[in-house]
């Protein structure tokens, strides 16, 4: 099983996201982990090789497990450790490796195309303090199909 961590660092109320180019989808800078690695080792490792900056004090705030289905198949599942700074050191780098690196307001992050399971992260790493975990289940076109979140938050609109 594959794992990831990522990082969202917001410094003066705005969050440093990273556009794939693939589909155009705002991320927060991280990637694989490597083997024997732990998850703040990798967090640190792939934040700073994504973007030049050295977070400082990277928090753990949430633990998700995404599965892709094909029907009733599953063809992929990993796991994606996400972390919460609100500081660092370095200068951030003119261009990344992979993709465009951009300062977004925190009111703007979640009007920015993303995956449907990424808004939840976000969401709740924006507003809430406490660990989430959570499951993402999608089709092999990244449509999502189910979310099951603890603890659980409502959207947007049903607030």
């Not at 370095?90 to 261009?95: A, F, N, T, V």
């Not at 992979?98 to 969401?123: C, N, S, Y």
């Amino acid at each position: 099983m594959q794992r990831v961590a990522n990082c969202i660092l917001v410094h003066k109320d705005h969050v440093l996201m990273l556009k794939k180019p693939r589909r155009g989808w705002y991320v927060a800078p991280g990637g694989k982990m490597e083997t024997g690695e732990s998850i703040k080792e990798s967090v640190e490792r792939e934040f700073f090789e994504e973007t030049g900056l050295q977070v400082s004090d990277p928090e753990l705030r949430g633990s998700f497990t995404f599965i892709m289905r094909d029907g009733n198949k599953i063809v992929q599942e990993w796991m994606m450790f996400t972390f919460f700074s609100n500081g660092y050191t370095g200068e951030l780098l003119e261009e990344s490796e992979e993709g465009e690196l951009e300062w977004v307001p925190v009111e703007q992050v979640l009007t920015k195309p993303m995956a449907e399971g990424d808004r939840h992260i976000f969401r709740h790493i924006l507003t809430a303090e406490e660990q989430i975990h959570g499951t993402f289940v999608y089709t092999i076109d990244f449509e999502l199909l189910e979310v099951d979140l603890d603890p659980a938050r409502p959207t947007q609109g049903e607030r």
